[in-house]
Every structure is written in structure tokens, then in C-alpha cells.
Nanobody, 126 residues
């Protein structure tokens, strides 16, 4: 079992930045693919970004490429999502995820996790 604790959400103006953190505990964090999803009101949960266990491979949704950066610190069992040039359409509950598999196919990048965090709200005002 893996427990995921989020921090760093909040309210920011359009064009601003936020950094989300997700601390993992319970199993061997450094061996897990980690990533982020988000769910806006009235919409389905969607993939945002993922990173391989080493951090050597990263995957992004087209909507956040060039603006968001995922990274991890295995010594701290923590994965980060640096969000820049935020837009009102980035407003959502952001969920950390762990385990499972990430990659690329004909439809783009994907991530199918095994564990989910509780989520943290990010609100971008116009």
C-alpha cells in the first residue's frame, strides 16, 4: 500500500506559478512511476504529467507541455509539479498518482497508475 500526501495548491492569478508536492510513504517509492492528473468541475479526470522511477523519462499532456515540469526527489520520496504561465482553464483538483505504467502511444502520452492521492485544489483567476 502507498500513501500520498499533497501540498502546494491554492489560488493564483493567470500567468502566475505554483508548485505542487506529493510525498509518498508505505512502499519503495524510488521504484514507482509517479504522476499527476487533474479534474475540473463537470469534466472527467485527465492525465497531466508522469515521470519514470529514475526521472529519466517524462511524459506530458499536450495542454501543459512547455508550461508544466514534473520532477522527483527519491531521497525525499517526493514528486513535484512546477506549473508556470497558469491559465484559468488549469483550474482543477490535482491528484498525485503512483505505480502502474506510463508511456507514449499513437494517441500521445499516457499514465495508468495503481495508487491515488486525495487531491489538492488549484484555482487560477483571470
Amino acid at each position: 500500500q502507498v500513501q500520498l500526501a499533497h501540498s502546494g495548491g491554492g489560488l493564483v492569478q493567470a500567468g502566475g506559478s505554483l508548485r505542487l508536492s506529493c510525498a509518498a510513504s508505505g512502499r519503495t517509492f524510488s521504484r514507482y512511476t509517479m504522476g499527476w492528473f487533474r479534474q475540473a468541475p463537470g469534466k472527467e479526470r485527465e492525465f497531466v504529467a508522469a515521470t519514470s522511477w529514475s526521472g529519466g523519462s517524462t511524459y506530458y499532456a499536450d495542454s501543459v507541455k512547455g508550461r508544466f515540469t514534473i520532477s522527483r526527489d527519491n531521497a525525499k520520496n517526493t514528486v513535484y509539479l512546477e506549473m508556470n504561465s497558469l491559465k484559468p482553464e488549469d483550474t482543477a483538483v490535482y491528484y498525485c498518482a503512483a505505480g502502474g505504467a506510463a508511456g507514449e502511444d499513437g494517441s500521445g502520452s499516457y499514465y495508468r497508475p495503481a495508487y491515488w492521492g486525495q487531491g489538492t485544489q488549484v484555482t487560477v483567476s483571470s
